[in-house]
């Protein structure tokens, strides 16, 4: 073999390995699926994982998992149960319901637009998609909320003995031999959830479209929400009012902050079944806080806060406008003005009865009635039922 027939084999052997060796590209169609399902204004980025390439095939079947109470192990509660549409996917209550009637630490999340968030929980923030997330109702055991944990088996049987499920998952999971496994489970309603998406409230047809909808309160409103006076847009910015513009000590964006609802008895600690980003850091400094919140859709999602120990907006205001709250009686009591972790944005302010007035009208501005009554969201059995 001559030297041209070596060299020729050589880079041949070097593009098959490079070849081998390189990662996959990742495929541009299932983006291109879900940008379809985006408003033509929105551009901000979204994060898909990788793993489970989106497609409305298996959206879809995610909805019907979503809604279907044979995914507890008790045949008590679905997702749904905690997650209804018509609360922009709450469930009204100050903290949710597991399967055996304990009561969750926390009040339930609204389900939209979570492909924009790069944090899912109000305490862990390790966790940046719904298919890491869908994990926690399914395996919780402290309390129980769909009761997976030992039941795996038996729960995978119900769908597997369900013939439209058997032919549907056969469908969407073409390429496996036993597509009935817990991660496929996951997969589908992750997809569900990315469908979920809430743009179309007064305040995006003014700002995206500019269409000029806004009473005067609520322009007022709009501009006392974005001055230096009150900060609200420091840490309720970007697409969905959740993102902070605020960093860190360590110079990064603060998606979690203490705002002084609690300081129990002095001790800069907030109640020990729910002390925030504390629990899964381990570091006293993240006492109490919790993931800054949405603030879409908040005509359907009260009570508020991550206890839900606000029954109103007007509430929320008064602890914003106090520089934190001041509980007098109870377990609870304490003055969460002078918790020592409360972070230094939460100052207080004053405001004049009509200026509330007009922060509460542009808050709830920002919600979108067409979510709560979309026939893509809503419970598909029911549905099939009226067909």
């Known amino acids: 073999m001559n030297r041209k027939h070596l060299i020729t084999l050589f880079l041949l052997v070097f593009a098959a390995l490079s070849f081998y060796f390189l990662p996959a590209r990742k495929s541009k169609a299932p983006v291109d699926s879900f940008n379809n399902l985006l408003p033509a204004f929105i551009k901000d980025s979204f994060f898909l994982e990788a793993a489970n390439p989106f497609t409305q095939q298996k959206a879809d079947l995610g909805r019907y998992l979503f809604y279907d109470r044979r995914l507890s192990f008790n045949t008590t509660k679905s997702c749904a149960s905690c997650h209804d549409p018509k609360f922009s996917f709450t469930d009204g209550y100050r903290r949710s319901v597991g399967a055996l009637g304990d009561l969750h630490q926390r009040n339930s999340t609204p389900l939209i637009n979570l492909v924009f968030k790069k944090h899912l929980t ?15 109702p399914m395996f919780h055991d402290h309390p129980v909320e769909l009761g997976w944990k030992g039941n795996e088996t038996d729960i995978l049987g119900r769908i597997a003995s369900d013939d439209f499920y058997r032919e549907q998952f056969n469908i969407v999971f ?3 031999k036993n597509p009935i496994t817990t991660q496929n489970v996951q997969y589908c309603i992750a997809s569900f959830l990315k469908t979920i998406l809430s743009f179309n409230s007064v305040y995006d047809r003014f700002y995206y479209l500019n269409e000029k909808l806004l009473t005067a309160s609520q322009s007022n409103g709009m501009k006392l929400f974005f001055s230096d006076k009150l900060s609200c847009y420091k840490c309720h910015g970007g697409l969905d009012f959740a993102t902070p513009s605020v960093n860190d000590e360590e110079g990064h964006p603060a998606y979690y902050f203490n705002t002084g609802l609690y300081n129990i008895n002095g001790t800069n600690s907030y109640p020990l079944q729910d002390r925030g980003l504390m629990e899964y850091t381990r570091h006293e400094t993240d006492n109490g806080k919790f993931r800054v919140a949405t603030l879409r859709n908040l005509a359907f999602t009260a009570p508020y806060y991550h206890d839900g120990s606000a029954a109103t907006l007007s509430e929320v205001i008064d602890n914003y406008l106090n520089g934190g709250r001041v509980i007098e009686k109870g377990i609870a009591k304490g003055d969460g003005r002078l918790n020592l972790y409360k972070h230094k944005l939460i100052n207080g302010f004053s405001l004049m009865e009509e200026e509330r007035n007009d922060l509460i009208n542009f808050l709830l501005c920002l919600s979108d009635s067409s979510l709560v009554t979309n026939k893509n969201y809503t419970n598909p059995f029911q549905d099939d039922e009226t067909k």
């Open 122 to 136: 109000a305490g862990d923030s390790s966790l940046h998609f719904p298919e890491q997330q869908i994990a926690n």
């Open 174 to 176: 073409s390429a496996e």
